[in-house]
């Protein structure tokens, strides 16, 4: 509702004086007015403006809001009511289309009205709350007197109640009190209902007084604007400010087909955005831009301070000779205090030259710089979601699809793993390539394989053209059998030195593909062997035929199966996924260290074949048609001095 006045001020102007014969009179200056206009949302719950755009982030919302109004020659005040609660004073921006001068621009807090507290119908309906209450008691005195002379009746009232006097008896008596007290009983009972409907027209009338004032308390919120303009003339204002209480998060749909597995295109991402907002304005049918930007407030800069170093002095203590065996219990405690002080004391230079910084839980997580959610570059992006979208101030999150992604935007393939030490699942992961100009933010992850809900997963931070893997859950389909691991023992030599101990272990492991009519093609088995981190422990691989560390080559096993090392990662708790399968060839011993290779391979192949087989992981790769069983074997065998005790068999 658009409201306008006009107030009169007048400006200090000096007193115009004109000369006359016989008298002077005072001329005053002219009214200066100020055209007041009231923008507020009018009876009918219309409001006078309207959402253009809405900008989330992650942990608040940039809302601009448009006015179209009038104004009159020379000063105007706009006033804009019901903003949120939640407003960021700091970032309130006013911006006009039309011939106006903006002048300043002033927030505030407004003062709601007062809901009259009683009114002439809440007056009547208490009055006669209180003669009803008054009659209810009146009714129960009066049962209460009834009961007690019950209680005080005998033969004496009887013979005075009766014109026999030889013949007594009380039922006349018991008759007129059945009667006197179903008269009170039924009048109590009809009082205490319509006490019970007075109070709730009591109720309703409180309430309907407290709804008489329009006013929403969680949008108080005002702005003053002060306007000049030179002539009449209709002008547009636009109000943006940021708002908290509203943010959005990244999900994700994963749909997988295992239909086409061997097909360019099996896999199917559903980018979601899950946008909520409690911030008490209806954001109805508005244009939403999502931002993947964290904005950040009072920054500063780190400082790197100095790093000292210096040599502890111990105190010196100077004892009496009349008091020297005394004084040397006392100095050897002073010592010791003297030790802890000075391990104190080094505890808190550390932390002063920056080492206690990590030596705890409490410093703060560093944080990535969010990606662009649609971009080819740069640190933040901005994307805005199709058509219109409703939010209502509910705090409810609701999800707006963002991009359907195939084909041409991802690159996957799907990969059953197993480790049948661990458990005798399989796992089913894709390793998925982003080949579109998304940048996938971390979320959570609803996955469906074959049409089917599986399970939860998450989607880490992902960058165009990366690589990730997406966990699927589990294939029963696959089964994996994993038996008892055999052991053969044999001693040689005949020389004390000589004497050698040789165990064989062997392991082995049967797969079987039970679907139907599908045929799986990238199935990981993982197994291990041992390690040898000391000369006197010897490992060898026998069995599958052709492992040889630090020499890339095929190693066949059976048709549709091969067999190679894991290559060696550093980082000893990240998972295995599935891509660093490495086929070579020739029974290989395994020790902590492997030598480069040699011929005519480069620098570059040599230091990526250097690491294969070090931590002792074997992986096959099995391609298996439908209703098809194959069966693994590893075997080693482990050499050392019969007296060593071997840690870690």
Same mark, same amino acid.
């Given at each position: 509702m658009?409201?306008?006045?006009?107030?009169?001020s007048r400006?200090p102007f000096p007193?115009?004086?004109t000369?006359?014969?016989?008298h002077?009179?005072?001329?005053?200056p002219?009214?200066?007015s100020?055209?007041e206009?009231?923008?507020?949302?009018?009876?009918?719950?219309?409001d006078?403006?309207?959402?253009?755009?809405?900008?989330?982030y992650?942990?608040?919302?940039?809302?601009?809001?448009?006015?179209r109004?009038k104004?009159?020659?020379?000063?105007?005040?706009?006033?804009?009511?019901g903003l949120?609660?939640v407003?960021?004073?700091d970032s309130?921006?006013?911006?006009?289309r039309?011939?106006?001068?903006i002048?300043?621009v002033?927030?505030?807090?407004e003062v709601?009205?007062?809901?009259?507290?009683?009114?002439?119908?809440?007056?009547?309906?208490k009055?006669?709350?209180? +003669?009803?209450?008054?009659?209810?008691?009146?009714?129960?005195?009066?049962?209460s007197?009834?009961?007690?002379?019950f209680?005080?009746?005998?033969v004496h009232h009887?013979?005075k109640?009766?014109?026999?006097?030889?013949?007594?008896?009380?039922?006349?008596l018991?008759?007129d009190?059945?009667?006197?007290?179903?008269?009170?009983?039924?009048?109590?009972?009809?009082?205490?209902?319509?006490?019970?409907?007075?109070?709730i027209?009591?109720?309703?009338?409180?309430?309907?007084?407290?709804?008489?004032?329009?006013t929403?308390?969680?949008?108080?919120m005002?702005?003053?604007?002060?306007?000049?303009?030179?002539a009449?003339?209709?002008?547009?204002?636009?109000?943006k400010?940021?708002?908290?209480?509203?943010g959005?998060v990244?999900?994700?749909?994963?749909?997988v087909?295992?239909?086409?597995?061997?097909?360019?295109? =099996?896999?199917?991402?559903?980018?979601?955005?899950?946008?909520?907002?409690h911030t008490?304005e209806?954001?109805?049918?508005?244009?939403?831009?999502?931002?993947?930007?964290s904005?950040?407030?009072?920054?500063?800069?780190p400082?790197?301070?100095?790093?000292n170093?210096?040599i502890y002095?111990?105190r010196?203590?100077?004892?009496?000779?009349?008091?020297k065996?005394?004084m040397?219990?006392?100095?050897?405690?002073?010592?010791?205090?003297?030790r802890?002080?000075?391990?104190e004391?080094?505890?808190?230079?550390?932390?002063?030259?920056?080492?206690g910084?990590?030596?705890g +839980?409490?410093a703060?997580a560093?944080?990535?710089?969010?990606?662009?959610?649609?971009?080819?570059?740069?640190?933040?992006a901005?994307?805005?979601?199709?058509?219109?979208?409703?939010?209502?101030p509910?705090?409810?999150?609701r999800?707006?699809?963002?991009?359907?992604?195939?084909?041409g935007?991802?690159?996957a393939?799907?990969?059953?793993?197993?480790?049948p030490?661990a458990?005798?699942?399989?796992?089913?992961?894709?390793n998925?390539?982003?080949?579109?100009d998304?940048?996938?933010?971390a979320g959570?992850?609803n996955?469906?394989?074959?049409g089917?809900?599986?399970?939860?997963s998450?989607?880490?931070?992902?960058g165009?053209?990366e690589?990730?893997?997406?966990?699927?859950?589990?294939d029963?389909?696959?089964r994996i059998?994993n038996?008892?691991l055999r052991?053969?023992?044999?001693?040689?030599g005949?020389?004390s030195?000589?004497?050698?101990?040789?165990?064989?272990?062997?392991?082995r492991?049967?797969?079987?593909?039970?679907?139907?009519?599908q045929?799986?093609h990238?199935?990981?088995?993982?197994?291990?062997v041992?390690?040898?981190?000391?000369?006197?422990?010897?490992?060898?691989?026998?069995? =599958?035929k052709?492992?040889?560390?630090g020499?890339?080559?095929?190693?066949?096993?059976?048709?549709?199966?091969?067999?190679?090392?894991?290559?060696?990662?550093?980082?000893?708790?990240k998972? =295995?996924?599935?891509?660093n399968?490495?086929?070579?060839?020739?029974?290989?011993?395994?020790?902590?260290?492997?030598?480069?290779g040699t011929?005519?391979t480069?620098?570059?192949?040599?230091e990526?074949?250097?690491?294969?087989?070090?931590?002792?992981?074997?992986?096959?790769?099995?391609s298996?048609?439908?209703?098809?069983?194959?069966?693994?074997?590893?075997?080693?065998?482990v050499?050392?001095a019969r007296?060593?005790?071997v840690?870690g068999?």
């Open positions: 658009l409201n306008s006045s006009t107030t009169s400006f007193t115009l004086k000369s006359k014969r016989s002077m009179s005072e001329v005053q002219p009214a200066y100020i055209h206009i009231h923008l507020r949302e009018g009876p009918d719950g219309k006078p403006g309207r959402i253009t755009e809405v900008n989330v992650p942990s608040r919302a940039e809302v601009c809001r448009s006015y109004l104004v009159a020659s020379g000063q105007n005040k706009a006033v804009v009511y949120t609660n407003l960021n004073h309130l921006r006013v911006e006009g039309g011939k106006a001068t002048q300043d002033t927030i505030s807090r709601p009205d007062r809901a009259p507290s009683t009114s002439p119908t809440l007056e009547s309906l009055v006669d709350k209180e +003669d009803l209450t008054a009659a209810i008691q009146r009714c129960e005195k009066t049962i007197g009834l009961d007690h002379y209680r005080t009746l005998d009887a013979a109640a009766n014109s026999d006097a030889s013949h007594p008896t009380v039922l006349p018991l008759d009190y059945h009667t006197a007290s179903e008269k009170y009983d039924t009048k109590l009972l009809s009082l205490k209902r319509h006490l019970k409907k007075l109070e027209a009591i109720i309703e009338e409180e309430k309907a007084l407290q709804d008489s004032v329009k929403d308390s969680n949008r108080l005002k702005v003053t604007v002060g306007l000049f303009a030179d009449e003339a209709e002008i547009e204002l636009k109000l400010y940021a708002v908290s209480g509203a959005w990244a999900v994700y749909d994963v749909r087909s295992t239909d086409d597995a061997d097909k360019e295109h =099996p896999v199917e991402i559903v980018y979601k955005a899950a946008i909520h907002q008490g209806d954001w109805t049918d508005v244009p939403i831009t999502l931002e993947t930007a904005p950040t407030f009072n920054l500063s800069l400082q790197l301070d100095v790093w170093l210096s002095k111990p010196i203590v100077e004892v009496e000779k009349s008091r065996s005394r040397q219990v006392f100095s050897a405690k002073k010592e010791s205090v003297a802890r002080e000075s391990s004391s080094i505890e808190e230079s550390d932390n002063d030259m920056g080492f910084l990590f030596d +839980d409490d703060p560093m944080q990535s710089t969010s990606a662009p959610v649609a971009s080819k570059g740069g640190v933040n901005a994307f805005r979601v199709p058509g219109l979208v409703s939010i209502p509910d705090g409810v999150a999800n707006v699809t963002i991009a359907s992604l195939s084909n935007d991802l690159e393939r799907i990969v059953w793993l197993a480790v030490s458990d005798a699942m399989v796992h089913l992961t894709s998925i390539k982003n080949k579109s998304f940048t996938f933010l959570a992850s996955i469906y394989v074959d089917s809900f599986i399970s939860k998450t989607v880490p931070l992902v165009p053209q690589t990730f893997t997406c966990r699927l859950g589990t029963p389909s696959i059998t038996y008892p052991t053969n023992r044999v001693n040689s005949t020389l030195l000589s004497k050698t101990t040789t165990t064989t272990y062997t392991q492991i049967s797969v079987y593909n039970s679907k139907a009519s045929a799986v990238d199935l990981k088995i993982l197994a291990r041992p390690v040898s981190e000391d000369a006197g422990i010897v490992v060898k691989v026998l069995e =599958p052709g492992l040889t560390s020499v890339s080559k095929q190693a066949k096993v059976v048709d549709g199966v091969v067999v190679g090392w894991v290559k060696a990662d550093n980082d000893a708790s998972k =295995p996924s599935g891509n399968l490495v086929p070579l060839s020739k029974t290989s011993t395994i020790t902590s260290h492997t030598s480069k011929g005519s480069t620098a570059a192949a040599e990526d074949t250097k690491h294969l087989g070090k931590d002792g992981k074997v992986q096959w790769a099995c298996l048609e439908a209703q098809r069983k194959v069966d693994l074997t590893l075997s080693w065998e050499t050392h007296e060593a005790v840690v068999l």
